[in-house]
């Protein structure tokens, strides 16, 4: 399984963005995708994932009513639509997937088998 991500950038407080997540190969491993965060000296953070079908979707408390992740299973690509967006949430993006909604296990990095490339995302004050 490979995942690409893209549609990083530079954007100003209170802008939008939309990440897409291309995964090819192993339609079962990517039954769950999600995006993950990382900021410089910080840990790898859960942003949100939702599972094949779109049938249920989780999103992390920091960007709950901000960002919302989707799915177009035709395409085998994820989404995450950032509105909103906060100085604080400069970071590196990545895509992840796993083969399995486990609620215990989706908001842990170490859970996903597969990881996408990160890309950036820069948001000025």
């Known amino acids: 399984v490979q995942l690409q991500a893209s549609g990083g950038g530079l954007v100003q407080a209170g802008g939008s963005l939309r990440l897409s997540c291309a995964a090819s190969g192993g339609r079962i491993s990517t039954n769950v995708m999600a995006w993950f965060r990382q900021a410089p000296g910080k840990d790898r953070e859960f942003v949100a994932a939702?599972?094949?079908?779109?049938?249920?979707?989780n999103h992390g408390e920091s960007v709950r009513g901000r960002f919302t992740i989707s799915r177009d299973d035709a395409k085998n690509t994820v989404y995450l639509q950032m509105n909103s967006l906060e100085p604080e949430d400069t970071a590196v993006y990545y895509c992840?997937?796993?083969?399995?909604?486990?609620?215990?296990?989706?908001?842990?990095?170490?859970?996903?088998?597969?990881w996408g490339q990160g890309t950036q995302v820069t948001v000025s004050s």
């Open positions: 992840a997937a796993r083969s399995s909604w486990i609620y215990d296990l989706i908001k842990g990095a170490g859970n996903y088998r597969y």
């Open positions: 939702v599972a094949e079908s779109s049938r249920v979707r």
